[in-house]
């Protein structure tokens, strides 16, 4: 992660939900900043799921005066992309090599948004769900920015109470809380 200062710096948030954006989101207005949010998720099927999470999370943002740019939606793309990083991976459990792919296939597309709409900073909200690999997240970050002036932000959504504060606010707000990554290939489904 490069050094940058988070009161000067264009940030963009790539968001695979309202849930798990939560208390990323409240944090960071309430630090004073108003983070672009990228929703580029195309592992999720089917397409209504994809719309269902969509529309929980534009809601959400709304409520900080926040809007949400959606990214292409291509399964097919996602699809190639990760058989061809995860081989005989692809259908294992969470946290192996289909995750890392694709948390790269969705980031690398959040980086070159980034790149192309002059945001410096990209952080995910992929980092604060306790079901991810926070070291994959990161790898996978610190890939996507390369080649481009953007900025990994690797922070852990989970410390500082956010991951308690973010169990509340989905209680609270009553999100629809899904308990899938979203992919064909989740054990979660």
């Known amino acids: 992660m490069g050094h940058f200062d988070l009161q000067k710096s ?15 989101l409240e944090w960071m207005v309430n630090e004073g900043l108003k983070p672009g949010i990228f929703f580029s ?11 269902k999470r969509r ?9 900080f005066g926040l809007e949400v ?8 793309a996602w699809l190639e992309y990760v058989r ?3 081989g005989a991976g692809l259908t294992g459990p969470e946290r192996g090599p289909r995750c890392l792919a694709c948390f790269e296939f969705r980031l690398m597309r959040a980086a070159k948004y980034a790149a192309d709409h ?4 990209l952080t995910t909200t992929l980092a604060s769900s306790r079901w991810k690999d926070l070291s994959q997240v990161d790898a996978a970050g610190s890939l996507a920015v390369k080649n481009t002036d953007v900025i990994w932000w690797n922070k852990n959504w989970r410390k500082g109470g956010l991951q308690e ?3 509340f606010l989905i209680k609270s707000c009553a999100l629809y809380n899904q308990t899938w990554c979203g ?6 489904h």
């Open 10 to 24: 264009r940030i963009l948030l790539h968001c695979c939900c309202a849930p798990c954006s939560t208390a990323i």
């Open 41 to 51: 998720n195309a592992n999720i099927v089917p397409s209504e799921e994809y719309i």
């Open 55 to 63: 529309e929980e999370l534009v809601k959400y943002a709304a409520s």
């Open 69 to 76: 740019t959606d990214d292409e939606y291509n399964h097919a």
């Open 84 to 86: 061809s990083k995860a």
């Open 118 to 121: 002059g945001y410096n900073v």
């Open 165 to 167: 504060r973010r169990n």
């Open 183 to 188: 992919c064909e290939f989740s054990s979660h």
